[in-house]
């Protein structure tokens, strides 16, 4: 068995990465779950792996942690291979989805859980001061004495992570946290994750299959599909910038219109869609004219107006679905199908709102798709 990861590595060279999958790949028998992980985990940063169910993020997330040990490839933490070290030997700590807190211990108890079995054991006092500091920095002060079962369903996460937090990790590892948490609730619990985890310093990475969660809380995001890694970037990189279909359809919604290349040049090709129309705009790699691709528009990036014709596209509204600071209408052309629209409630204060079976005008700035190769 290998030795311990030693804390005073992390000093070695602040710009070393905090940890690193490398050709990490982890098989089942015949099944493989994931394959070829190369993935460089930044010091401080807040890490999400986001993809659908199946994917392969909580086993990668697990690799980390220590409870799955990889078939092929390497784990390292601080620079050290540990990928036969067990979970209680690595710097790391983990929040469950469903917390795992010990239902009859008081909250204080749950916390200071971890500190108890060091060995040797920290002083009493010091175990106290600890669990108290962790109180304070997931704003629970004075509910040490509580009971699990008199906490709410966002107290407890809390308890959940000040468990976690008293230990010093260097990683902490996130698995769907707030999966079981209403909406309100679980944005309020991201805004005190993010809080925190710039307040502690220490390095987040979150399992997640909620787009919008991982958008909104990352520093950078690692999106899976099928055990492979298929794109790592900011937020606005994967939302502006997708690698391909697949990505452009996981982050966030967006419009796909097949075609061919009928022209391109350095920062501009045009794609022949259905109905005789030509859609513009930037190619997210090389292609050939007479290339097949495919144009993605996101719905914020389409009007919706009662314009005369020349003004754009005609459409007829389909279905609408008011979602309060927007309006999602759902139109259908002639020859593109049907494609979502996305209104502001100032752009619908303009033009006014459309009632399904409304006649209307769609249009889109020149140049404003992205225009993908095909997967």
Not at 99 to 125: D, E, K, M, S
Not at 217 to 243: E, F, H, K, N, T
Not at 304 to 327: C, K, Q, S, Y
Not at 345 to 368: L, T, V
Request: aromatic share 6%.
């Amino acid at each position: 068995m290998e030795s311990n990861p030693k804390p005073e590595a992390a000093d070695a060279d602040a710009d070393a990465p905090i940890a690193e999958l490398r050709d990490a790949s982890k098989h089942y028998g015949a099944v493989v779950a994931v394959e070829g992980l190369n993935l460089s985990i930044r010091r401080g940063e807040f890490l999400s792996f986001l993809g659908p169910s199946g994917c392969g993020k909580t086993t990668a997330l697990r690799m980390l942690a220590g409870f799955e040990s990889p078939t092929a490839g390497e784990v390292l933490l601080d620079g050290l291979r540990v990928n036969d070290v067990p979970p209680h030997r690595r710097p790391v700590n983990m929040v469950f989805q469903h917390y795992a807190l010990f239902p009859h211990l008081t909250v204080a108890q749950n916390i200071a859980y971890g500190l108890r079995q060091r060995r040797p054991r920290p002083p009493r006092a010091e175990i106290d001061r600890a669990v108290d500091q962790a109180l304070e920095t997931v704003r629970l002060p004075g509910l040490g004495a509580r009971r699990i079962w008199e906490m709410s369903g966002g107290q407890q996460q809390r308890v959940a992570l000040a468990r976690a937090i008293v230990n010093q990790p260097k990683l902490l590892l996130l698995d769907e946290p707030m999966a079981a948490l209403d909406k309100k609730l679980r944005r309020d619990m991201q805004i005190e994750l993010q809080t925190l985890q710039r307040s502690l310093g220490i390095t987040f990475i979150l399992v997640t299959h909620d787009q919008e969660e991982a958008l909104s809380m990352s520093d950078r995001i690692c999106l899976m599909r099928s055990g492979r890694i298929v794109q790592i970037g900011g937020p606005r990189a994967l939302y502006d910038q997708p690698a391909n279909r697949y990505v452009a359809d996981f982050v966030g919604k967006s419009n796909f219109f097949p075609g061919r290349v009928t022209a391109a040049s350095p920062g501009r090709t045009d794609l022949a869609v259905a109905g005789g129309l030509q859609i513009a705009g930037q190619a997210s790699a090389a292609l050939a004219v007479g290339a097949a691709a495919t144009a993605s528009l996101r719905p914020e990036q389409i009007a919706l107006n009662r314009a005369g014709p020349g003004d754009g596209i005609p459409v007829t509204v389909v279905n609408r679905i008011f979602l309060g600071e927007h309006t999602e209408y759902l139109v259908r052309n002639a020859g593109l199908g049907e494609f979502l629209v996305l209104a502001s409630r100032q752009a619908e204060a303009a033009a006014g709102a459309f009632d399904p079976g409304d006649e209307a005008q769609a249009s889109w700035p020149d140049g404003a798709a992205l225009i993908l190769a095909d997967d």
